[in-house]
């Protein structure tokens, strides 16, 4: 069964800082999405990407999947306080999205 | 427009209970999924329905049934409730049956809490 990858499991930022998260994929990913999640609630819709090589942005956050469409990485630039949350990685597989275990990023002040 | 609207938020339920959770998706959306997704980990994908049909079912016993309204609206039902069942349950709304190419939006979910 396919399954992805996440790491780091969790992370603690100095505020303004740089970071990344990475995802990896034992099978080719035809299509990658990231969400946040706050803590026990839902899922926030950040990027998706389905080509190799695709890089997307939205305010501060960058996310790129890789030529070889197995891995993607999520970068934050100058972190803030409202980054802080669980980062999901969701792959589409048929009729489902199969999901890594999540980053918990903690930003610090 | 309203988003996904998931009810309950909060759910305690005793051993052995039936439960049935309820999710409405967003407006002109056909196509909603369950996720079951325990403290720490990535949601596990439970069904998807697409015109009131289902279209996919993960890997979990025959206690967990669902169904689609004519107006896409679903619910989840759990039987003979496990202490194992106590998760955050998440429904998803997508315009298309597939993910690919679609983004899906979740709903706030439910917290089910089996004592």
């Known amino acids: 069964s396919q399954e992805l990858e996440q790491s780091p499991q969790s992370l603690i930022v100095q505020e303004g800082k740089n970071l990344t998260i990475n995802c990896t994929s034992s099978?080719?990913?035809?299509?990658l999405y990231w969400y946040k999640q706050k803590y026990g609630e839902g899922l926030i819709f950040l990027m998706m990407?389905?080509?190799g090589g695709e890089e997307k942005s939205h305010e501060k956050i960058t996310a790129k999947l890789d030529e070889k469409k197995q891995q993607s990485s999520l970068h934050i630039t100058a972190s803030q306080p409202s980054h802080a949350g669980i980062y999901l990685c969701?792959?589409?597989?048929?009729?489902?999205?199969?999901w890594g275990a999540g980053t918990k990023l903690i930003i610090k002040p | 427009d309203a988003g996904v609207t998931q009810s309950p938020t909060h759910l305690i339920k005793t051993r052995g209970q039936h439960v049935t959770l309820r999710c409405s998706p967003i407006?002109?959306?056909?196509?909603v999924s369950w996720y079951q997704q325990v403290l720490g980990q990535g949601p596990q994908f439970i069904f998807q329905?697409?015109?009131?049909?289902?279209?996919g079912r993960g890997n979990f016993p025959d206690r967990f049934s669902a169904r689609q309204f004519p107006n896409y609206s679903s619910e989840l039902n759990v039987n003979a409730l496990l202490l194992g069942d106590s998760a955050l349950y998440l429904c998803?709304?997508?315009?298309?049956?597939?993910?690919?190419?679609?983004?899906?939006?979740f709903g706030q979910g439910t917290r089910l809490t089996v004592v």
């Open positions: 099978k080719t990913l035809y299509g």
């Open positions: 998803a709304s997508s315009f298309q049956i597939s993910y690919s190419g679609t983004e899906a939006f």
């Open positions: 990407l389905q080509k």
């Open positions: 969701g792959a589409a597989f048929n009729y489902q999205l199969i």
């Open positions: 407006s002109g959306h056909k196509s």
């Open positions: 329905y697409y015109e009131k049909e289902e279209r």
